[in-house]
């Protein structure tokens, strides 16, 4: 089990520009979400797909955030255009269903400058 | 949304001291999770809790559910070096299929 894979693990990017960030879940997995962790915030959910259907985007922060899930082996979170405030780790996490243990990426530490 | 307060927020303690983290929140949870975050990579679950009043031992960590389930401990006995981390708690919505993290106690076991 090759666990929650993201990448990259680390982006520098200047305001303005697009970031994609990708995830691959854990195989079986049917619930993927997206979360944020800032040292204020702390984590925070951005996103979840049951089924690859979003079913609570409520934690997007603005119309910058998208999220897409075209399989179920594949998911990319972008922000068109980055903003020094997104600057975060970003979290991809899988689990069984929703409400059932997660297992988490090791995220990507994304820095807009 | 459901807020979950954890306390405290910071802990540094001499390796071989017990210590206590709570977890509480005016809602009421249909399970409780605890997770350790190392520098560095994505949370990690040690336990899940659902009965209200239930408690779970891992090696020298007990996690204890509230009667209520709205609150949780976790209690370290001897604490080591390596129980260094973010540990955080997790309530799982009653209704929905949210999961509701608190923000988290960073401790540190200094030898």
């Known amino acids: 089990d090759a666990g929650v894979i993201q990448s990259p693990r680390h982006e520098v990017t200047e305001m303005g520009q697009e970031v994609t960030l990708r995830c691959k879940p854990i195989?079986?997995?049917?619930?993927l979400f997206w979360y944020r962790q800032t040292m204020m915030r702390g984590l925070e959910l951005l996103i979840y797909?049951?089924?690859?259907?979003?079913?609570?985007d409520s934690g997007m922060p603005e119309d910058r955030f998208s999220a897409k899930m075209p399989n179920a082996s594949f998911s990319t979170l972008k922000i068109q255009p980055s903003e020094p405030r997104d600057s975060a780790v970003y979290f991809c996490?899988?689990?069984?269903?929703?409400?059932?243990?997660?297992?988490f990426g090791n995220g990507t530490r994304l820095t807009v400058t | 949304t459901q807020l979950l307060e954890q306390s405290p927020q910071f802990l540094s303690i001499q390796e071989g001291e017990n210590l206590t983290v709570y977890c509480n929140s005016s809602?009421?949870?249909?399970?409780l999770q605890w997770y350790r975050q190392e520098p560095g990579e994505g949370p990690v679950l040690l336990v899940t809790?659902?009965?209200?009043?239930e408690v779970k031992k891992l090696k020298r960590l007990t996690f204890q559910f509230g009667d209520a389930r709205k609150d949780s401990s976790l209690h370290i006995t001897a604490a080591q070096p390596g129980d260094t981390g973010l540990y955080l708690c997790?309530?799982?919505?009653?209704?929905?299929?949210?999961?509701?993290f608190g923000e988290g106690t960073q401790l540190t076991v200094n030898p």
């Open positions: 996490a899988s689990s069984l269903v929703p409400n059932s243990p997660l297992h």
């Open positions: 195989s079986g997995h049917n619930s």
């Open positions: 809602s009421v949870f249909s399970s």
């Open positions: 997790a309530g799982a919505e009653t209704s929905g299929s949210r999961l509701t």
């Open positions: 809790v659902v009965t209200g009043g």
């Open positions: 797909f049951n089924n690859n259907v979003p079913i609570d």
